[in-house]
């Protein structure tokens, strides 16, 4: 069974960079949708980039145009994260699933799941 494993979280300064990354473990990652996602305490999961794999597609949510970019390098896919601010501390997750741009951003179009990887920015 194929899993995500999100790694690259830590505790940086506002105005720093993280580079998070999305391994798929146990085969081959056979979707084409691939979303990063972030929970932070006492609210809801939302979703911050996607992208769909096999197009020039990506979408972000507009509290990180700018400053998030999403990629892939073969079976990778990055989030780097630039002008972190406190707001962006959170778990985030990594997701594939079978997305078209309409619902990029919709959890429900996804069916696997990273464990999480827990950012923090300090002001």
């Known amino acids: 069974q194929v899993q995500l494993v999100e790694s690259g979280g830590d505790s940086v300064q506002s105005g720093g960079s993280l580079t998070l990354s999305c391994v798929p473990s146990?085969?081959?990652?056979?979707?084409?949708?691939l979303g990063w996602f972030r929970q932070a305490p006492g609210k809801e999961r939302e979703a911050v980039a996607a992208?769909?794999?096999?197009?020039?597609v990506t979408r972000y949510a507009d509290s990180v145009k700018g400053r998030f970019t999403i990629s892939r390098d073969g079976a990778t896919v990055y989030l780097q994260m630039n002008s972190l601010k406190p707001e962006d501390t959170a778990m985030y997750y990594c997701?594939?699933?079978?997305?078209?741009?309409?619902?990029?951003?919709?959890?429900?179009?996804?069916?696997?799941w990273g464990q999480g990887t827990q950012v923090t920015v300090t002001s």
């Open positions: 997701a594939a699933g079978a997305a078209g741009w309409s619902q990029l951003f919709a959890e429900g179009s996804y069916n696997i």
């Open positions: 146990g085969g081959p990652l056979n979707y084409y949708g």
């Open positions: 992208a769909i794999l096999t197009r020039p």
